[in-house]
């Protein structure tokens, strides 16, 4: 059995709390290009809007396969480690709430887009035409990354008794790209207009 790695492209709902459209734009386009560590469930929140942290994902991303232009590539079985344990980028970016706000920070609207990211799929198989065949198959399942984190960012469906019916998992590091194409930011929460002062955070001095 050999390993093969290939970058793959996963779609998501981003949630980011503001008080203006503006201020989301701003925020998500001045934070993509970060990787952000798919092991910590921080990111991933299921929670009421009003309750989101200043920027989460929802737990569940669709796998839409191999990037345009991306090429099997044999790796030694180290590589999955580093891939899933010793990557050096751990970036916390705007997960956590405004500071200076308390009850006020759950009246914040919440602005939402699909988003695209990618990161390494490592497969287990007999040849390059296996590998294709795993990936083809995996292309358009739902990954759970909260609840089944031990599944997709685990090596053990890639070990001799891992008894899976798919040898496939991912590296925890997730490459932040931008708005999934045809995708537009848009408030999801409240309803109505936002009627309160602009909140700043420091972050935002940087943005």
Known sequence: MNIYSI???LQGNLHIKATSHEQAERILDNNC???LDGKDDEWFSDVPDRYRQRASFSTKFTAIGPIDGAMFVEVPRRTVLAAQDRWQCNWHGLRHPYPQLSAAHEQVPVYSTSLDATT?????????????AVVTKFSQMTLDLLNDNSR????????DGGGSE?????????YLVGKSEGCQLCQTWPERPYEGPEFVARIDEFL
């Open 120 to 132: 390494t799929a490592f497969v287990r198989v007999n040849g390059i035409a296996a590998a294709e």
């Open 166 to 174: 798919l040898p496939i998992v991912l590296s925890s590091a997730l």
């Open 152 to 159: 997709w960012f685990s090596r053990r469906a890639l070990e």
């Open 33 to 35: 290009s970060n990787t």
């Open 7 to 9: 970058e793959i492209l």
